[in-house]
T-cell receptor
Framework: DVKVTQSSRYLVKRTGEKVFLECVQDMDHENMFWYRQDPGLGLRLIYFSYDVKMKEKGDIPEGYSVSREKKERFSLILESASTNQTSMYLC???????????????FGEGSWLTVV | QKEVEQDPGPLSVPEGAIVSLNCTYSNSAFQYFMWYRQYSRKGPELLMYTYSSGNKEDGRFTAQVDKSSKYISLFIRDSQPSDSATYLCAMSRNDMRFGAGTRLTVKP
């Protein structure tokens, strides 16, 4: 089975703090993704990466950055957390390269971030 | 207009009922069609995956794709309380687009 592991399930951070969300996948997938999920807004893509050290902006990249130093690991960084970044963050991975079609993606369990 | 439209519900049915969940889409380039199930405070899990038009069955679940109408469906037969979850449709070609999710409750 595909395993996407998000290291932190529940976090509470203060406004202005730097926040790191870590994600590891064990299936040698090329593509990795970060989404946020909010009631009424559904899943929104923040960033994705199709290779080590490569990154592409998604639909809502503002206020976020990412890092992919190893194929299996994809980190989401909130440089200066704000209350409007309180949300559920989902990491995902897939085995197809962008441009060759993305047919399925597999999600982690999610990280619930509250910024106070 | 959103690329993928999905009625958010909520949908409440008695145990044993047949459930029909639907999505419409506007981009005819989509080739892959998926349904995800998401339990409360969990990540979405892949339930069904189909390519192109037609039906695919897996146990009590049937996924149906009608590309000419840009319409996909998920049917759940003999629904169980354990099926209570939010169901997300998704479709892709070069990137993935999700519906907003339909919240389903199956009452014992």
């Amino acid at each position: 089975d595909v395993k996407v592991t998000q290291s932190s399930r529940y976090l509470v951070k203060r406004t202005g703090e730097k926040v790191f969300l870590e994600c590891v996948q064990d299936m040698d997938h090329e593509n990795m993704f970060w989404y946020r999920q909010d009631p009424g807004l559904g899943l929104r893509l923040i960033y994705f990466s199709y290779d080590v050290k490569m990154k592409e902006k998604g639909d809502i990249p503002e206020g976020y950055s990412v890092s992919r130093e190893k194929k299996e690991r994809f980190s989401l960084i909130l440089e200066s957390a704000s209350t409007n970044q309180t949300s559920m963050y989902l990491c995902a991975s897939s085995f197809r390269r962008v441009g060759q079609g993305v047919n399925t993606i597999y999600f982690g369990e999610g990280s619930w971030l509250t910024v106070v | 207009q959103k690329e993928v439209e999905q009625d958010p519900g909520p949908l409440s049915v008695p145990e044993g009922a047949i459930v029909s969940l639907n999505c419409t889409y506007s981009n005819s380039a989509f080739q892959y069609f998926m349904w995800y199930r998401q339990y409360s405070r969990k990540g979405p899990e892949l339930l069904m995956y189909t390519y192109s038009s037609g039906n695919k069955e897996d146990g009590r679940f049937t996924a149906q794709v009608d590309k000419s109408s840009k319409y996909i469906s998920l049917f759940i037969r003999d629904s169980q309380p354990s099926d209570s979850a939010t169901y997300l449709c998704a479709m892709s070609r070069n990137d993935m687009r999700f519906g907003a999710g339909t919240r389903l409750t199956v009452k014992p």
